[in-house]
């Protein structure tokens, strides 16, 4: 069944035959060690003759680097080695980081250190490889680097002013891509429009804050001459190939190995100069090089996301049907496009997004993706999608006040319909099937919407202002090749996985897909056990390992559970369908006429135990003599999966949020948050609700607390986690999330992601609350991160 | 980060710790909790060659009434502060602004002495001895000396005493049947340093304020008294019209310093509705 | 300068000694020297929670902690306590509510929640969201870690036990 459906209770058709954990919140037993100290998080890991590595990095935001004096640093206790740009550059090549399917796009090479320039405010420019990270960063402090300050770009409204400085002059300008998009007749439209409606969106740059920060161990066996690289890190194939190209090492000689990974949201999928210069160091000394990069570190190297100035308007006639959109995206990135996947895609999201759930025929958008000397940007859990939907929210309700039509009911009006699909959105984007009409009925359900609206009347009477603020949104997921391979990069998307029944009885899964938190292990196992017909405590998930699982894409753009679950399922009925044929050469029986039920052989007919897996693999494995002289025996099975349906499958759903402002000090409570997700097929609604809580209060976070503020000369004012504020848990609201399924035909499991979805609505929700908390002081705000000082000024109390 | 290298003493009691900061000078740093000390060494903000353990030195320990005053040893613990009986009887305000210093663990180390030495003008316990007219008992190498909260903390980051001295304790005179406090925080997330904060304390008689202690916080390079304001209320009984006055009053007196997310108006704005939320609480 | 000290202390229940340089702090001379993993390390400023261990029986920031402060102090991580039984039912809750995704913040959070349960046995909601206002998780959004702890401080008032997670 494929259409959306108000049916409560229902259950989407099982995929296996006895289906007892797909579907079902199944706990994840593989996390319980976690619970007891006893991960293995890259920093756990310590080898013989391990050296440690701290990195200078540029003090400025733009500077030309002079003589670098490294000999008292180099008799400093401990110390093994010190390497710069120059020497580092001999066995690195530098990447420029452009795809060919975002036509324009410019970038400049970027080198593993830094050479004759650093660009930005913590480039690293010289590494310290020492006995231990102490004895390294002693070391650091004495390392002399003479500079020269040189002119920097920080401010995205003036990069491409005739009197900025062009950051590579080779570029001949300060942009990096730009885009126009023109649909309809825009013009005519808000000419004639009824109502029209306009706002200046703004979105603060801010940053991943992984509790985990950036590690990994690099080490070359100079024998085997084998690069190891231990990685925290959500693509361990693209890490693979890249370090074979950018060093010239065969495919063949480099492993890379992920282990459970302390947090990654987009952070930990991107190639960073510190990542091949930690390989360099491993390359050039012979031995396994840590690099962990401190907290101080992470700030101004991790990457950064969402610094943007949107103009936004929107025209609608009286009835309340939204004719248009058109949105002015500046972005500002860093001083160069990011490895591999590029700074571009965010802004060309954004594009593509806004207007994404409604049905208008008119839509302009122009983007402009400009460079700056400061810290690198790239692709963030959300991914531009958070943008689109706040600015696409905010502009929906600043016409439904103009029309004093009720924020719920323009939405309805206006979403492309729950029978339309598939549906070819205005920018382009093609929707296989959405559920938007039903996700607002829910919603509104679900959070008693007339009782709070009555509430917030009364309470205004008292003086109290509170707020609720809806945001329909949609978010890609499943990419297909459209996203990067037609663009030229080595990233998968395609995955694979390979299952093996153990001689006992268990199953094996390989999937290179990998765990960071959201519960990839669980799902996998849970599919496996359906698919082969297993408890689930039979089966044992090994992901992340370049050397033993299918080549595949790792996880981004919520493709774990759609795309490598689907691998799981065809691998895993492929290898059932071979155990069934090895039952059948046992027990000289039609395959058909068996089945695989909870680790036995079991007659399909009459329910009768035949054999047990373990005494199957026992044949099969250690008996072939008692077997057909023709028949083989396939225990390992792999399949791969990509989808190929569409550029992407979207799924969607809608946010609400409760606030309370008080209008005296600018200070916003959050007192509720609730979602309706269709993510497809459900997997494990446990584990889906809290992917959307996690993505919500990540979400939050960009709404009314981070930001990375720089000061005029291009530094970081509050690179540490004092002064950077991340949420904590007394500020987030209880979130409440309910699911609406309507699967993909795209695949058989029928799952879409969930991953990000939570993170693309919080804010726009967040924010409109806000504003309707405002709404009696026809005042708005917009310019996120919402601070208390910028409602004040709204309300004029404070200049 | 790794802080750099440090020697290690632990004193044994009070002489031997001021004997030892005496031999050691501008070179050494006094731990107790360490809770702001490590974290500026981890960040390599400051490279002391020796850190002297004063957690062991009894003289600096313990709660105990003495006469009509309170007195808090220099290393009583935020919690223990939080938890105390005797502060909860003789110094409730304290008891209802410990639980906005940072997080629980931090206050199971964090020192009462600590947070005064330190002098942070976002901290609460500066701003509460303002309020509380504590007085602050410092031993150095010459002997005892007692000096009033309002004249000990002097600068960012600054107070009284010297690079030889020890605080030792503070002594509080025990809460009285008319006196009334509000400690009001506004802070973006809780146990945050605070955007602006108010330690209050009024004592009045027959209805009108006698004594009126307001203590900010976070406004200033140090904890701030709004001593206008409170001169104006001493005398008058708390109304409206008094606590419209008074904030306006307080406004205009304190000069404020922005931070990073708090300009010097919205300080100035912030400060004046915690004036007015303090009062109307201890309103009768 | 830099002279190490010796120190003995007691660690998850064992005597153990060591010559340590006074600037290392309790998590690194625990996670290096001794192989315990548990104790993680996210900010090294006192921030983010994740150091968070157990000294003479109430929880302290092991990054804002030296190792030489430890001398004659019993010191229990998550290892230990979990050895000793003491953290099950809140295991047993975090796992059913997943009140963990990544785990990097889990043990710290264990052990402020542990703290929790013994000192305020009586909270609410809000009053689990102060107390653990100093553990920073990234994954969760707070929501069902409360839940977690909410679950077995309800368990402890009825005087029940958390009923364990077991495969289906």
Known sequence: MNKPTDLQGLVLDPIAGDQRYIGHSEPRHSARRLLQGQGTYIDDLQFPRMGHVVYWRSPVAHMKIGQIHTDRARKMPGVIAIVDGVQMATICKPWVATLGHLAGMKSAPEYALAVGRACWQGEPVVAVVAETRAKAEDALAHVEVEWEELPAVVSMESALDQSTPVIHPELGDNLCFTRSLDVGKVDDVFKSADVTAEATFGFGRHTGVTLETRCQIADFNPGEKRLTVYHSQQAPHMMQDLYCRQFGLAESDVHVICKDVGGSFGIKVHAYPDDFATVGLALLLGRPIKFVADRLESFVSDIHAREHRIKGRIAANKEGDILAFEIDDLTAIGPYSMFPRTSAIEGNQVVNLVGGPYKHQNYRANLKVVFQNKTPTCQYRGVGHPIACAVTEGLVDLVAQKLKMDPIEIRKRNVIPDNAYPYTGISGIKLEVLSHEQCLRKIEKMMNYPALRKEQEELRKKGIYRGIGIATLIELTNPSAAFYGVGGARIASQDGATVRLDPTGIISVMIGVGEQGQGTEGIFAQIAADAVGVPIQNVRIITGDTDVTPYGGGTWASRGAGVGGEAVLRSCEALRDNILKLAGAILKRDADSVVVRRGNIVDKANGEQLLTLSELGRIGYFRPDTLPADFSVDLMVTRHYAQKDYPFIFTNGVQASYVEVDVDTGYVKLLKHWAVEDCGRVLNPMLVDEQVRGAIVQGIGGALFEECLYDESGLMRNGNMADYLVPMAYEMPDIEVAHVETPTKSSKLGAKGAGEAGTAGAPGAVVNAINDALAPFSTHVFDQPITSEKILRALGKVK | ?284 | MNHKKQINMMLNGKQISAEIEPRRHLVDFLREDLGLKGPHLGCEQGACGACTVRVNGQIVRGCLYLAVQADGATVETVEGLTEQGVLSDLQEAFLRHNALQCGFCTSGMLLAAAELIEHQPKSNREQVREWISGNYCRCTGYHSIVDAIMEVLEARADGRQVKPVTTS
């Open chain 2, 1 to 284: 980060m790794k802080a750099a290298a440090f020697d290690y003493v632990k004193a044994k009691n009070l002489v031997e710790a001021l004997a030892l900061l005496s031999e050691h000078g501008e070179d050494a740093r006094l731990i107790a909790g360490g809770q702001t000390l490590l974290a500026t060494l981890n960040l390599r903000l400051s490279e002391p060659s020796i850190l002297i353990d004063i957690t062991a030195v009894s003289e600096l320990k313990g709660i105990s009434v003495r006469g009509n005053m309170l007195r808090i040893g220099a290393l009583v613990t935020h919690t223990e502060i939080e938890s105390s009986d005797l502060i909860a009887q003789h110094a409730p305000l304290l008891k209802e602004a410990a639980p906005h210093i940072a997080h629980r663990a931090i206050r199971n180390l964090g020192t009462w002495g600590g947070s005064l030495a330190y002098g942070d003008p976002a901290a609460e316990w500066p701003a509460c001895s303002l309020a509380l007219d504590a007085i602050m008992i410092i031993q150095g190498p010459n002997g005892v000396r007692k000096v009033n909260a309002k004249d000990f903390f002097i600068d960012l980051y600054t107070t009284t005493l010297q690079a030889d001295e020890i605080l030792v304790a503070s002594e509080i005179p025990l809460a009285s049947s008319n006196q009334e406090h509000s400690f009001q925080e506004l802070a973006r997330r809780h146990g945050d340093y605070a955007a602006v904060g108010l330690a209050a304390l009024i004592r009045t008689d027959k209805g009108k304020v006698q004594t009126c202690r307001l203590a900010f916080f976070s406004v200033a390079a140090i904890p701030t008294m709004a001593s206008k304001a409170q001169a104006f209320i001493e005398g008058k009984s708390i109304d409206a019209a008094l606590i419209q006055q008074a904030v306006n009053l307080a406004r205009e007196e304190i000069e404020t310093l922005a931070d990073i997310t708090n300009s010097q108006e919205t300080k100035t704005h912030l400060l004046g509705v915690l004036l007015e939320r303090a009062l109307t609480k201890m309103m009768p």
